[in-house]
């Protein structure tokens, strides 16, 4: 008897779980990928990412007032600078625009230019590349709208930047 009410408890247990799963799955909505090299310079200042084939921003989508979305952006990077010079690094902002208001959010953490994406390696060239990623979160303080997701690079010192074989994927 004791074994019985045991396995009933753990068979509760076990479907409770999986109702909590489910509700926390997310749905990936919007999803671009480029391949290939993006490269720029720090006279260049910040500049637009491409995120597709000639594709500067994603499709607009409606989010309701606050709703949270998440926006996973990868990219292979590489930082070319001066050799000997390991402290120069590629930031990016992933931005939504409200295209009803022109009203730009930097979506966090993204803001400023403290996050880097990826860094100088201390050899003259560009090598050292790496793959890597930066999940962003909108929604919260946002009115409601038809946004559209953009990202911006810039360098913190002299050299060049690149970005190649990128995707970007916005859930929620």
Known sequence: ??????????????????????QASADAFIAIGRPGNFTFSSASGTVAVPIGAGVFQTPAFFNFAGQRFIV??????????????????LDVDVRAVNIGTGQVF???????????????????G?????????????????????YVVQVRARLSGAGSGHLGDTSLVVWR
Do not use: H
């Open 72 to 89: 996973s952006y990868t990219a292979e990077c590489a930082v070319a600078a001066a050799a000997g010079v390991t402290s120069t690094w």
């Open 106 to 124: 930097v979506l966090t953490p993204t803001g400023g230019t403290l996050d880097a994406l990826c860094t100088s390696n201390g050899t003259a």
């Open 1 to 22: 008897m004791k074994f019985d009410i045991t396995l009933r408890k753990s068979a509760i247990a076990a479907v409770l779980g999986l109702l909590a799963a489910t």
């Open 126 to 146: 560009s090598d050292g590349w790496q793959m890597n990623a930066v999940n962003a979160i909108g929604g919260p303080g946002m009115p409601a709208g038809n």
